[in-house]
């Protein structure tokens, strides 16, 4: 199982940025995924989370109503997009799986993980 994350970089205050994260050797249409991310010196902490059919999403309370989680099941593939993107964003973006369906918003209910790609937004 491998999960990739692409499409961080640096972004002023105020701008958008789409993180994507493809998977290959499970099956993705069958789980859930999320999106985690951790800031130097802190825990990971949760972001979002979607259902295998993507009819279901929750949000952290501090990205709701900047940032949105979709996937494309025939992709393989979860994004998330980040608008009003604020300095406290930058982070280590990373993307996690689930074999089974079913949201959750702890690491631990989460089976495999990517390799996290970095957002920094600059003041």
């Known amino acids: 199982v491998q999960l990739v994350e692409s499409g961080g970089g640096l972004v002023q205050a105020g701008g958008s940025l789409r993180v994507s994260c493809a998977a290959s050797?499970?099956?993705?249409?069958?789980?859930?995924m999320a999106w985690f991310r951790q800031a130097p010196g802190k825990v990971r902490e949760f972001v979002s989370t979607?259902?295998?059919?993507?009819?279901?999403?929750y949000y952290a309370d501090s990205v709701k109503g900047r940032f949105t989680i979709s996937r494309d099941n025939a992709k393989n593939t979860v994004y998330l997009q980040m608008n009003s993107l604020k300095p406290e964003d930058t982070a280590i973006y990373y993307c996690?799986?689930?074999?089974?369906?079913?949201?959750?918003?702890?690491?631990?209910?989460?089976?495999?993980w990517g390799q996290g790609t970095q957002v920094t937004v600059s003041s």
């Open positions: 996690a799986a689930k074999v089974r369906d079913g949201t959750a918003n702890s690491p631990n209910s989460y089976d495999y």
């Open positions: 050797g499970l099956t993705f249409s069958s789980g859930a």
């Open positions: 979607i259902s295998w059919s993507g009819g279901t999403a």
